[in-house]
């Protein structure tokens, strides 16, 4: 295989952002929410209807998504790339805000975040272990709209890069 190829083909492909969210039952020094900013998600099912998701194998939020069997993805909007630089790194609670972002608790005890265009919360259906990153196929339970303006971030307009 040509590997240059491989990763150029790979780069090609569209993805959105999101901030993944779930409660660990668990808590990680006192912290029971997982926050982090993926793009590698797509829809996966009309009926029932599922999303899957690309979680890094060694971060938090793969082991609060395995603890808590569900999670939510909170739905970025194309202004909010300074909302998604919050959620490359680890984080902290403060009151109802998570690295300074106000959230609600959701169905699944997910946060959800006020700003998000939008949120979904899944229940896990599987997690599917075979490289560095684990596939998580989750049933919709739960949908909520924030906001009328639905135009999505897009990883190609931010300047930033995952995949290859
Ligand atoms: C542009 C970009 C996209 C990312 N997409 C993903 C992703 O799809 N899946 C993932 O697990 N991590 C992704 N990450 C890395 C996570 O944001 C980062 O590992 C995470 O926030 C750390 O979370 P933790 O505290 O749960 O370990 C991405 C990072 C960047 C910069």
Redesign the pocket.
Known sequence: MNLSDKKRALKMFQYG?YI?TARATDPKESMPY?A??????SQASFEPPLVM????N?????E?VKQSKSFALNVLGKNQKAMASK?????HLDGNKINGCEFETGVTGAPLFLEANAALECSVEERIEKGD?TVVIGKIVNARLNAAEDEPML?RD?G???GG
């Open positions: 952002l993944l997982a982090a900013t993926v793009t590698w998600v998701v690309g979680i890094r060694e971060s938090w939020a793969n609060a959620f490359f790194k680890e984080v990153h990883l931010t930033w890069s995952y």
